[in-house]
Each structure stands twice: as C-alpha cells, then as structure tokens.
C-alpha cells in the first residue's frame, strides 16, 4: 500500500473541502517528521495509523469549533442586537440523526446542538415557541422584548430523518438565477433554522464542464452553442436544451465558480451535506467530430428546442468523462460524495428492456465511482412521475436494483401530490425521501395541500410499508410564495407524528401576526379550506390576465380551474380587511393582505373576461367597451396593489440580472433571459409561453395589459365594421410584439411604492362588491 499517497489525499481532501488548516497542518507535518525517520516498513505503517489516528481527532475536534463558530456567525446575523443573549454549545457526535437543547442558564439561552444546523434549528425552535417569532421569504418577525424569555425547562430533540433535501433543478433558475452572494446567504440561514442539511448545489456547474471540455482539447468556438444562457441552466444541465439563451460568457462561468466556492464553505461549515452534480451523457454537437466513433444518442424534450446528444452510458467513453468531471469538481469545490444525476429528464429511454435499463444505471453509478469509491447517487423520481406509461414496475425495478441500496437515494419528488414510493415497494430497497413540490414555474397564485403536508410524511414515515424512508425535503419549482406551506413542512423534521394543523395555525398566526386576533383565525380557516385544500388540482391556478388573448376561460398554461368556488374565499378577504382596521400590521400581514387581496382580484378577472366575451358574441358593442375598459383597469390596479410589496416587483428580477452583466452587451443579454423565461420561455413560437408566468408589477402593466388592449382594440374595430376578426394573423402579430417586449432594455422600480394596507382597502371599497353578483 502507498501510505504517503494515500495520507496525502486524505489531508488534501481535508483542506479542500473544509479549509481546516489547523489539523491538516500539523498532521502533514508530523507525516513529514515520520519520513524523514528511517522505519522499517511495519513500524512506518504502525506510525501511519497513529498520525491518521490524530488527524481524525484534530479533525473532529476542528469540525465541532467551526460549527459552533459558524453558528454563532448565523445568531449575529439573524439577531445582531441580541446575539449575547446566547450562548453556542456543541453536542457529541450523534450516529446519524441530528438532535439539539434549548435551557436558560445564568441569564443566558443555551443552545446545543451536534453540528451548526442543528444549532440554528435550536435557535429558530426558540425564537417560534418562546419568543413568537417567524422568519419566512415573504414577510419577518423578530420582535423580540428586551429581556428575553426564559425556557421553563430543559427541551431536547431528536430527527427521525438522516436527510432534510432541498431545492429542484428548476429552483436554480425560476427563482435563483440572478442571486448574488448576500441573498444566497440569506438563503442559507434560512435552510439551517428550518433543519435543511443535504441542498443541491449546482450553481457554477458550468464552469467545470467548461474545464473538462478545454482539458479535452474543444475550443471556445465549438462550445459556444452548447452552453446555455444562465435563465435556462436547469434545463441545460438535465440534457434537455444546448445554447438556448446563450452564448454565456466565459465572466459568467468565473464568478460563479467564486460564487459556488462561497456557497459549499458556508453550507458544510454548518454541518450541511450538498449534493453536487455527476455526468449523466450530455455532451456538445461538436463531440461528434471531436470523438468520431463515439456511440451518441440523439434526443428531443419536444418543447420547441432543437436536438441534444447523449452519449450512450455503454461507450467506453462515458465513464472517462463521467471521472473527469467528478476529480474536476473535486479539485475545484471539494466532495460529500453525494452526486445528483437524473437519466432521460422528461426524455423516453430508446428501449424499454429492464435488461437495458439495468445496464445504463449500472454504468452511470460505475462511472461516480471510478472517480469516488464513497460515491452515492441522488436521483430525482420525477421520471417516475411524469413518464408513468413508460416506468412501470418492471422498469423502475431494473433501473434502481442495478446499483447497491447503500449507494443510491431516492426523491420521491411530488409525494404530495402522487406518493410513487407506494408503487414502487419503496424504491425496492433504496434509501428515499419523502418531498413536497408545491409550486411549478414560479407561478404566483395561493395554493397548496395543508392538510397532506401537516400528516404525509409523519404518516409514511410510521408506515410499515414504506421501506428505508430516510428523509424529508422540499422540492419546489421556485420560492418566494405560499410561506405557509413551507413553515408546515420543515416543522416535521423534529418531530415523528401528523401535525396538529389547527393547533400549529395558531401558533403560526401568532408568530407571524404578533397577534391571536379571532379574525384572522377565521381567515385561516377560511384559507385551509379553500386555497389550500389542493384536492381537484394538481397546483394552483394562475389568473386568465397572465394568459395569451383568447376568448376561451383557460390558455395554454395558464390554468384558471380552481380547486374552491370563487366565492368562497370573498369571506377571508373581509377578515382580514377588517383585521388591517384593528390595526395589525406586521410585515408578514401586508404580505399576506395583498397575496389575499390579490388572489380575489385575479379570480375575478375571468367572470369579467367573459362578459366581454359574450357581449362580442352578441354584437353589443356598448357592453364589450364597458367591460372591456373595467378588465384592463382591474389589470392595472392589480399592478398598483403589487407594486407596494417587493415581493411582487419585476425591477429586482430584471435589476439583479443586469448586474452580473461586465458591459452593455452582457447586460442585454442577461437582460433577455430574466425577460424571456417568465414570458415566452423560448423563442417568439415557444409552446411553453407563459409556463413561468408571473404575477408581477411592471409585468401586468408593461406585457400582459398591452397584450390584452391590442386584443381587445382588434375586437372593438371588429364590431365597429362588422368584420370578422383574424384571429389567426392576430397571432402571428402577437408573437411578434411578446418577442420584441423580451428583446427590450428598459429598467423598473427595485423598490415598493406607495402603502400596502391603504391601496388593499381602497381596492376591498372598490371591487368587494361588484365581485359578489359578476354576471
């Protein structure tokens, strides 16, 4: 055995991956001492495991410090103020489950915890039970008293779940695709105080591809298609686009190495496991020339972009690549030798044969280990989901039993809406996840299945049947909505049974109102039964004004079905109305207000759309002009409502893309993409318009109400000559203008305007009720 190598990889990995310089230096050291002796042989292999001996307890000893430290960082940054209220404890090493305490102590709040998550989950646990407060994406309170409460008694507790996953490859993009470092530290918090300890990171991925591509010997000119613009990377790296958005710049793919660099020290010095990205055979046109006797498969997503090439798992070429990646990564961002590779993204496999599909798994996996023997496998089950004719059992079992159940996991990624582990026997074996997907596209509407996330991981997790269930996740298309859900879901980290959802929505209106006020207590009642009882419909329903001109009640992804009559969300409305005029007030109530507010108006859009609709039909052109006028004007004072919370603004979107942009050209560029992904997705003749449709201020105004008025005005000039509207060139000309709105520079307020409470009441006076009796 060469034990110089082999201790030198290990101290490398050691610095590499967690910058600890305190223990690999000295046992690098002293290993420099032992050679310098001369040992026998079996003397020098004893010495050996002596230093490897005392670099594991430097080392461990080293992880405790900087967990605590790192989570003493996160308390001052979460409570700058009050952060010497309390003090950071570590906790032994668990076996594999994370477990913290909360006590007060001489005047101080004790937190404890095994690693830095588990110290930053303490620290929320207290903050929600003992101080009422909540930190969420849209809206936080952290009103804390001068003297902070005590903790009557010791609290200890343990996870039933190894993992807490987070995060979808559409999440990188539909919400993440503009982030710089201060909100991905922002993010980061937020995934430690919920408990999140195994994140996919992906982001600078490109920038290793790019490495290993040059390393191959393809120049610049022959990559430059391949990849593709920053709003499209998930899609990219999954193998389901080349080029599309492109060409990137070789700065893009520098800043965010930098950028991903920052994002892995931050996650692992907490205690986090992230999960990095393996080869799964995509591979640029040029390979073909590059690599003439290659074994390619050509494949199409079938969404308006042109073909991609995979290289077939069965050349010999695949697990040479598949190894250079991983040692490249490596080299640049480190390893927790969890790897993330999904075969035949809403793409069909060329054969069905389970001998085939063993075989392809087989190698993909042999692949991750040539390169690390400790590799595991993180496949999403989204194919299982989304391609359930093709995956049946036969299938699914020869794909999954072809690699060792201590080295795969399983996502089962849409549990709340469809449980594949139930058809599956549990992943046949494999360790797996239970995850809740929420939201597609970053739509924004109010949606979600509560009472299936207060009970369905707790009730699978006690299930007899449910095999090696070890996790929970979320696994969101985007974030920065539904709050609600999310704060429901992580609260199940801690504990192994169904939820209590009434009792945690108190506890919830509480923390987030600063108030137990009986209305808003109704209000909720009102929401969990309605928007958030998720039983008819897949996800939630967007507005028909986000929607391509059309006479119909629906377009194409646009969805307007409701899983509620419209109706019946009128009450919370008043609710919580009448709260704003108690005088609640905190930040996470003006979210919500316009959320509500805005949630009533967009429903209301279509029984308006269809007046004017039928009063076309009936050549009653007075009428058409009447409702026509009132639907652009509701349009309008939905922009207005969301233009006083920032969470609801185009600018940032637009803002934050330009500002990775060196020159006006890379600016434009990005510019583009932030344009074109939550509008046509693809070029001007995208079958996925409006897939990631937005409701947004500057958005509604700028895009979707000009979209409308040249409809509408098509239609007014129609009944004025009497002559039948052209739909068809109507179209082609819409087209046209959605592709030159995306190709546009124009800049939009970063910033709120104007006061949430007042513009929500004044739109209630207005709107409440003429929404009553619509037709």
Same mark, same amino acid.
């Given at each position: 055995?060469?034990?110089?190598?082999?201790?030198?990889?290990?101290?490398?990995?050691?610095?590499?991956?967690?910058?600890?310089?305190?223990?690999?230096?000295?046992?690098?050291?002293?290993?420099?001492?032992?050679?310098?002796?001369?040992?026998?042989?079996?003397?020098?292999?004893?010495?050996?495991?002596?230093?490897?001996?005392? /670099?594991?307890?430097?080392?461990?000893?080293?992880?405790?410090?900087?967990?605590?430290?790192?989570?003493?960082?996160?308390?001052?940054?979460?409570?700058?103020?009050?952060?010497?209220?309390?003090?950071?404890?570590?906790?032994?090493?668990?076996?594999?489950?994370?477990?913290?305490?909360?006590?007060?102590?001489?005047?101080?709040?004790?937190?404890?915890?095994?690693?830095?998550?588990?110290?930053?989950?303490?620290?929320?646990?207290?903050?929600?039970?003992?101080?009422?407060?909540?930190?969420?994406?849209?809206?936080?309170?952290?009103?804390?008293?001068?003297?902070?409460?005590?903790?009557?008694?010791?609290?200890?507790?343990?996870?039933?779940?190894?993992?807490?996953?987070?995060?979808?490859?559409?999440?990188?993009?539909?919400?993440?695709?503009?982030?710089?470092?201060?909100?991905?530290?922002?993010?980061?918090?937020?995934?430690?105080?919920?408990?999140?300890? &195994?994140?996919?990171?992906?982001?600078?991925?490109?920038?290793?591809?790019?490495?290993?591509?040059?390393?191959?010997?393809?120049?610049?000119?022959?990559?430059?298609?391949?990849?593709?613009?920053?709003?499209?990377?998930?899609?990219?790296?999954?193998?389901?686009?080349?080029?599309?958005?492109?060409?990137?710049?070789?700065?893009?793919?520098?800043?965010?190495?930098?950028?991903?660099?920052?994002?892995?020290?931050?996650?692992?010095?907490?205690?986090?496991?992230?999960?990095?990205?393996?080869?799964?055979?995509?591979?640029?046109?040029?390979?073909?020339?590059?690599?003439?006797?290659?074994?390619?498969?050509?494949?199409?997503?079938?969404?308006?972009?042109?073909?991609?090439?995979?290289?077939?798992?069965?050349?010999?070429?695949?697990?040479?690549?598949?190894?250079?990646?991983?040692?490249?990564?490596?080299?640049?961002?480190?390893?927790?030798?969890?790897?993330?590779?999904?075969?035949?993204?809403?793409?069909?496999?060329?054969?069905?044969?389970?001998?085939?599909?063993?075989?392809?798994?087989?190698?993909?996996?042999?692949?991750?280990?040539?390169?690390?023997?400790?590799?595991?496998?993180?496949?999403?089950?989204?194919?299982?989901?989304?391609?359930?004719?093709?995956?049946?059992?036969?299938?699914?079992?020869?794909?999954?039993?072809?690699?060792?159940?201590?080295?795969?996991?399983?996502?089962?990624?849409?549990?709340?809406?469809?449980?594949?582990?139930?058809?599956?026997?549990?992943?046949?074996?494999?360790?797996?996840?239970?995850?809740?997907?929420?939201?597609?596209?970053?739509?924004?509407?109010?949606?979600?299945?509560?009472?299936?996330?207060? /009970?369905?991981?707790?009730?699978?997790?006690?299930?007899?049947?449910?095999?090696?269930?070890?996790?929970?996740?979320?696994?969101?298309?985007?974030?920065?909505?539904?709050?609600?859900?999310?704060?429901?879901?992580?609260?199940?980290?801690?504990?192994? =049974?169904?939820?209590?959802?009434?009792?945690?929505?108190?506890?919830?209106?509480?923390?987030?109102?600063? /108030?137990?006020?009986? @209305?808003?207590?109704?209000?909720?009642?009102?929401?969990?039964?309605?928007?958030?009882?998720?039983?008819?419909?897949?996800?939630?329903?967007?507005?028909?004004?986000?929607?391509?001109?059309?006479?119909?009640?629906?377009?194409?992804?646009?969805?307007?079905?409701?899983?509620?009559?419209?109706?019946?969300?009128?009450?919370?409305?008043?609710?919580?109305?009448?709260?704003?005029?108690?005088?609640?007030?905190?930040?996470?109530?003006?979210? @919500?207000?316009?959320?509500?507010?805005?949630?009533?108006?967009?429903?209301?859009?279509?029984?308006?759309?269809?007046?004017?609709?039928?009063?076309?039909?009936?050549?009653? /052109?007075?009428?058409?002009?009447?409702?026509?006028?009132?639907?652009?004007?509701?349009?309008?004072?939905?922009?207005?409502?969301?233009?006083?919370?920032?969470?609801?603004?185009?600018?940032?979107?637009?803002?934050?893309?330009?500002?990775?942009?060196?020159?006006?050209?890379?600016?434009?560029?990005?510019?583009?993409?932030?344009?074109?992904?939550?509008?046509?997705?693809?070029?001007?003749?995208?079958?996925?318009?409006?897939?990631?449709?937005?409701?947004?201020?500057?958005?509604?105004?700028?895009?979707?109400?000009?979209?409308?008025?040249?409809?509408?005005? &098509?239609?007014?000039?129609?009944?004025?000559?009497?002559?039948?509207?052209?739909?068809?060139?109507? @179209?082609?000309?819409?087209?046209?203008?959605?592709?030159?709105?995306?190709?546009? =520079?124009?800049?939009?307020?970063?910033?709120?305007?104007?006061?949430?409470?007042?513009?929500?009441?004044?739109?209630?006076?207005?709107?409440?009720?003429?929404?009553? @009796?619509?037709?």
């Amino acid at each position: 055995m060469n034990y110089t190598r082999l201790y030198y990889a290990g101290c490398n990995i050691y610095r590499q991956v967690f910058n600890f310089t305190t223990a690999t230096n000295f046992s690098v050291s002293f290993y420099h001492q032992l050679m310098k002796i001369s040992f026998t042989a079996k003397a020098r292999q004893h010495w050996y495991y002596i230093a490897l001996f005392l /670099s594991i307890c430097l080392y461990t000893n080293a992880t405790a410090q900087l967990n605590k430290a790192e989570a003493t960082s996160l308390i001052r940054r979460i409570l700058p103020e009050k952060a010497t209220a309390f003090t950071v404890e570590a906790l032994p090493p668990q076996s594999d489950k994370d477990a913290f305490e909360i006590e007060s102590s001489k005047g101080k709040i004790i937190l404890r915890g095994n690693n830095g998550v588990a110290i930053a989950a303490a620290l929320y646990h207290y903050l929600g039970e003992y101080a009422h407060c909540q930190i969420t994406w849209n809206g936080t309170n952290l009103h804390l008293p001068d003297r902070l409460p005590a903790v009557p008694q010791k609290v200890q507790l343990h996870t039933p779940y190894q993992y807490r996953y987070y995060l979808n490859y559409c999440t990188f993009n539909y919400s993440m695709s503009w982030w710089n470092w201060e909100r991905w530290e922002k993010e980061i918090d937020w995934m430690a105080l919920h408990g999140i300890n &195994m994140p996919l990171a992906i982001t600078g991925e490109e920038y290793t591809w790019y490495l290993v591509y040059k390393d191959l010997g393809f120049s610049d000119a022959e990559l430059q298609d391949f990849f593709s613009g920053p709003a499209y990377f998930g899609w990219f790296w999954m193998g389901n686009l080349d080029g599309w958005g492109g060409p990137l710049p070789l700065s893009w793919m520098k800043s965010h190495h930098a950028l991903q660099v920052k994002i892995l020290q931050r996650e692992r010095a907490l205690g986090m496991k992230p999960v990095l990205p393996a080869f799964t055979g995509h591979v640029p046109v040029a390979f073909r020339k590059k690599f003439p006797a290659a074994k390619l498969i050509t494949t199409n997503w079938k969404n308006g972009f042109a073909d991609t090439q995979i290289l077939d798992a069965a050349d010999p070429l695949f697990a040479v690549l598949g190894k250079q990646f991983l040692e490249k990564q490596t080299q640049l961002f480190g390893t927790d030798h969890l790897y993330s590779a999904d075969t035949f993204n809403e793409n069909e496999p060329p054969s069905d044969d389970p001998a085939f599909l063993s075989g392809l798994s087989a190698r993909i996996y042999e692949g991750m280990k040539q390169a690390d023997t400790a590799a595991v496998w993180v496949m999403q089950g989204w194919l299982f989901y989304s391609d359930r004719k093709f995956w049946k059992a036969p299938q699914v079992e020869a794909l999954l039993k072809a690699v060792p159940n201590n080295k795969m996991i399983l996502l089962d990624l849409a549990a709340e809406i469809e449980p594949v582990w139930k058809r599956t026997d549990a992943f046949y074996g494999k360790p797996w996840i239970w995850n809740m997907l929420n939201n597609f596209g970053g739509n924004v509407n109010l949606f979600g299945r509560m009472e299936g996330a207060a /009970s369905g991981p707790a009730l699978a997790l006690n299930d007899t049947n449910s095999g090696n269930m070890a996790g929970i996740g979320l696994t969101m298309e985007a974030i920065e909505q539904n709050p609600v859900l999310y704060e429901l879901m992580m609260e199940h980290t801690w504990r192994s =049974q169904p939820i209590q959802l009434d009792e945690w929505l108190h506890k919830y209106i509480r923390n987030r109102y600063r /108030s137990e006020n009986t @209305d808003l207590i109704k209000a909720w009642d009102i929401l969990k039964h309605t928007v958030y009882n998720g039983q008819s419909i897949r996800d939630g329903a967007e507005s028909i004004i986000t929607g391509r001109p059309t006479f119909d009640s629906a377009a194409e992804w646009t969805r307007t079905r409701l899983n509620y009559l419209p109706h019946e969300l009128l009450p919370a409305w008043d609710l919580f109305i009448k709260a704003a005029a108690a005088g609640v007030n905190t930040d996470g109530f003006r979210y @919500d207000l316009v959320d509500v507010s805005r949630q009533v108006l967009a429903n209301y859009a279509l029984p308006l759309q269809q007046r004017w609709v039928r009063a076309f039909r009936e050549k009653d /052109s007075a009428a058409f002009r009447v409702y026509s006028s009132r639907y652009l004007a509701l349009i309008s004072d939905l922009d207005t409502l969301l233009s006083t919370r920032k969470d609801f603004l185009l600018g940032p979107w637009l803002a934050t893309a330009r500002s990775w942009g060196n020159n006006p050209a890379e600016k434009a560029l990005y510019e583009r993409n932030a344009r074109d992904l939550i509008t046509l997705w693809g070029d001007a003749n995208s079958p996925l318009h409006e897939y990631a449709n937005r409701q947004w201020s500057g958005l509604l105004n700028d895009f979707y109400k000009p979209r409308w008025s040249q409809f509408l005005d &098509m239609l007014q000039h129609s009944l004025q000559t009497g002559a039948t509207p052209d739909l068809p060139a109507f @179209d082609k000309q819409i087209r046209t203008w959605e592709w030159q709105w995306v190709n546009r =520079q124009k800049a939009f307020p970063v910033l709120p305007q104007g006061n949430s409470i007042q513009t929500a009441r004044r739109l209630y006076d207005k709107y409440r009720s003429v929404i009553e @009796d619509p037709l």
